[in-house]
């Protein structure tokens, strides 16, 4: 990060301090790396031909504005319930405020669409995905094909209202992900379904991706991306207490199951219309009213009814409040996935047309390219192998890293990339003689050598 230097006007002491806020850092920023995609039936991912991550980012005293594609540099897709939208670019300008602050009145609900936007530019939803339950119909209703529209005006809430996790299961690709009209985005955690210890999907077995980062239970989660009120988005890993202490440990969500045998009221016990009654076809879960929030007093580890809690992190070491995208001890997403279903701060950040005042652009310098020799161990497997070598980065990468496989002699044999806001790359190895190679993986500042085995 930029240093700051004695004897400074204010106006410059100002600048050089917005230069450290991690909400002007934490950008992923690309101007070159295009985006790639799968399509049903083609387990080779095509180019899409759109830059990834996030094209620039510009600041004033007071907000950070983030211009993004809204795409990935992991492969998208397929999306294999039916929808036939793909990621598109969304030529998008992101405003938030550089200074986020409390709201201190009535909470602000999240609403469908974009209520965040990850560090790769990509827009975060939150659960819902715009089908309900209708009473007097008895039957799902929604914007989707074969459904009939909800009572009432376009997006008016209803009593019992769907969750995207688990109805949408299917439509979801390796990374977690599916598009809204081409807006691609994640309702969860922006982890693959692979990667997670009880898998429940099988999409990553033909349409193989990685998504944002890699879960790693014995450290502080990155910093993953920032809600619509501005507060940071950490993944589900953090310290225990508050303060920094107590070591790392899994963030809890406050909310559980309802034991309910129907669908009539709600958590707090208003009677509303009733619910569908078939819990073998909408199981516990179905509905974003299934669940009710349990406060954990004295307990750090367990969330608010936001979602988030105050403390300190790597990025923050004087603390600030942030959300968590958190899971279960199966590292399989848990309600209400990152954000909601209020916020803890003031909305105000939005999707701009245009810049309005002036502004300064920020370029990441050299000091926040990651130092390889000091990360925690890639995996590389399987070792020996006589068909597909597989790299997989730890944790979450800021800077783009070269993958080259060398021979005993120093020849170059092949040589792969993973883009900053991936995990992943291969090495085809089936035509390979027997024998013993080099895998040398480096960025501008260090590399880390394995050796590997090509053979049964």
């Known amino acids: 990060m930029k240093k700051l230097s004695l004897g400074i006007t204010l106006s410059m002491a100002t600048m050089n301090f917005a230069q450290t806020n991690?909400?002007?850092?934490?950008?992923l920023q690309n101007t070159t790396e295009i985006g790639s995609y799968y399509t049903s039936g083609n387990s080779t991912a095509l180019s899409n031909g759109i830059i990834v991550n996030c094209q620039a980012v510009q600041y004033s005293t007071n907000w950070v504005y983030v211009t993004t594609n809204g795409v990935p540099s992991y492969p998208t897709g397929p999306f294999l319930d039916g929808n036939p939208s793909l990621a598109t670019d969304q030529n998008a300008i992101f405003k938030f405020p550089l200074n986020p602050t409390q709201n201190t009145g009535v909470a602000t609900s999240t609403t469908g669409g974009n209520i965040g936007v990850f560090i790769n530019g990509v827009a975060l939803f939150d659960y819902r995905d715009g089908v309900a339950w209708n009473s007097s119909a008895n039957s799902l209703c929604g914007g989707l094909p074969g459904m009939s529209p909800c009572p009432g005006s376009p997006g008016t809430s209803q009593a019992w209202n769907r969750d995207a996790i688990p109805a949408e299961k299917l439509g979801f690709d390796c990374s977690k992900g599916h598009p809204a009209q081409g807006n691609y985005h994640h309702h969860q955690n922006p982890?693959?379904?692979?990667?997670?210890?009880n898998v429940i999907s099988s999409i990553c077995n033909l349409y193989d991706a990685d998504g944002l980062y890699t879960i790693d239970s014995t450290?502080?989660?990155?910093?993953?991306?920032?809600a619509y009120d501005g507060f940071?988005?950490?993944?589900?890993?953090?310290y225990k207490n508050a303060d920094g202490t107590g070591g790392i440990i899994r963030i809890k969500s406050g909310f559980q199951l309802r034991n309910i045998s129907n669908r009539s009221v709600w958590a707090d016990g208003t009677d509303v219309s009733d619910g569908?009654?078939?819990?073998?076809?909408?199981p516990l879960g179905y509905f974003r009213e299934?669940?009710?929030?349990?406060?954990?007093?004295?307990?750090?580890?367990?969330?608010?009814?936001?979602?988030?809690?105050?403390c300190v992190t790597p990025e923050y070491p004087s603390g600030i409040y942030c959300y968590f995208a958190t899971v279960d001890e199966n590292w399989n997403s848990a309600y209400p996935y990152a954000v909601g279903p209020t916020f803890y701060g003031n909305k105000v950040a939005s999707k701009v047309t245009s810049i309005s005042e002036n502004v300064s652009t920020y370029t990441n310098s050299t000091s926040e390219i990651e130092d390889l020799l000091e990360s925690p161990e890639f995996?590389?497997?399987p070792n020996p192998s006589s068909d597909l070598i597989v790299i997989q980065a730890p944790g979450l990468l800021k800077s783009d890293l070269t993958i080259t496989l060398y021979d005993l002699v120093g020849q170059k044999v092949a040589e792969r990339k993973i883009l900053a806001g991936s995990t992943l790359a291969y090495f085809d190895v089936s035509t390979l003689y027997f024998g013993n190679y080099i895998?040398?993986?480096a960025n501008t500042f260090s590399e880390k050598v394995y050796n590997v085995a090509v053979g049964n």
């Not at 982890?191 to 210890?197: M, P, R, V």
């Not at 569908?276 to 909408?282: A, D, E, L, M």
């Open 22 to 27: 991690p909400a002007l850092t934490s950008w």
């Open 191 to 197: 982890s693959a379904f692979k990667l997670d210890l």
């Open 219 to 226: 450290v502080h989660s990155p910093l993953i991306g920032y």
């Open 232 to 238: 940071p988005i950490y993944g589900a890993y953090a």
């Open 276 to 282: 569908p009654s078939n819990f073998t076809t909408y």
């Open 290 to 310: 299934d669940y009710e929030f349990i406060s954990h007093p004295g307990q750090d580890d367990y969330l608010d009814d936001h979602n988030g809690r105050f």
């Open 379 to 381: 995996k590389v497997f």
């Open 439 to 441: 895998l040398k993986i």
